[in-house]
T-cell receptor, first 113, second 113 residues
Framework: KQEVTQIPAALSVPEGENLVLNCSFT??????LQWFRQDPGKGLTSLLL?????REQTSGRLNASLDKSSGRSTLYIAASQPGDSATYLC????????????FGKGTSLLVTP | NAGVTQTPKFQVLKTGQSMTLQCAQD?????MYWYRQDPGMGLRLIYY???????DKGEVPNGYNVSRLNKREFSLRLESAAPSQTSVYFC????????????FGDGTRLSIL
């Protein structure tokens, strides 16, 4: 059974810092890995999708990497802002449930002014 | 610009009552999903529908039924609600294929007393 783990569970940083969120998964037979943002009381917003054949994806201040062979992904956030405060979820698309997502428990990020 | 719409947003039920959670998407997506989110457990897949006319069980299907009414709508039914089904329920949709991002609704917060 695929297990997705995110470390740390919570993180607090001052505004302006660069930071890295970590995600690991136990089975490398994935189709892709996705990073989401979840604000309190809200749904999930897709941030980045990395296909299994890719090594990284970038969107603005966000950069996600994927090392499928070692079962690891990182989400790098540059020059953090208070508006980045949210829970960040990592998920993989892998068998046996079609193309459904298998989620980690998330990292709760607080960026302080 | 609606995306994925879930109704109701909040609901309180008594043990043994039944209810249907509604989900509709306006993006002409083939695939739809139901997840539940519980503290400390992350999001888990309940049921999914890869295309209109098909539904399949996910990781935690017990106590639930689904109907893919048409391409737009995918409903989740609790026949006899139990306190263990207290959770936040999210519906999501995506294009067909292994490398399509999923789009989420804002969730239904359900309490079973």
């Amino acid at each position: 059974k695929q297990e997705v783990t995110q470390i740390p569970a919570a993180l607090s940083v001052p505004e302006g810092e660069n930071l890295v969120l970590n995600c690991s998964f136990t089975d490398s037979a994935i189709y892709n890995l996705q990073w989401f943002r979840q604000d309190p009381g809200k749904g999930l917003t897709s941030l980045l999708l990395i296909q299994s054949s890719q090594r990284e994806q970038t969107s603005g201040r966000l950069n996600a990497s994927l090392d499928k062979s070692s079962g690891r992904s990182t989400l790098y956030i540059a020059a953090s802002q208070p508006g980045d405060s949210a829970t960040y979820l990592c998920a993989v698309v892998a068998p046996p449930y079609g193309y459904a997502l298998n989620f980690g428990k998330g990292t709760s990020l607080l960026v302080t002014p | 610009n609606a995306g994925v719409t879930q109704t109701p947003k909040f609901q309180v039920l008594k043990t043994g009552q039944s209810m249907t959670l509604q989900c509709a998407q306006d993006m002409n997506h083939n695939s739809m999903y139901w997840y539940r989110q519980d503290p400390g457990m992350g999001l888990r897949l309940i049921y999914y529908s890869a295309s209109e006319g098909t539904t399949d069980k996910g990781e935690v299907p017990n106590g639930y039924n689904v109907s893919r009414l048409n391409k737009r709508e995918f409903s989740l039914r609790l026949e006899s609600a139990a306190p263990s089904q207290t959770s936040v329920y999210f519906c999501a949709s995506s294009e067909s294929g292994s490398n399509q991002p999923q789009h989420f609704g804002d969730g239904t917060r359900l309490s079973i007393l």
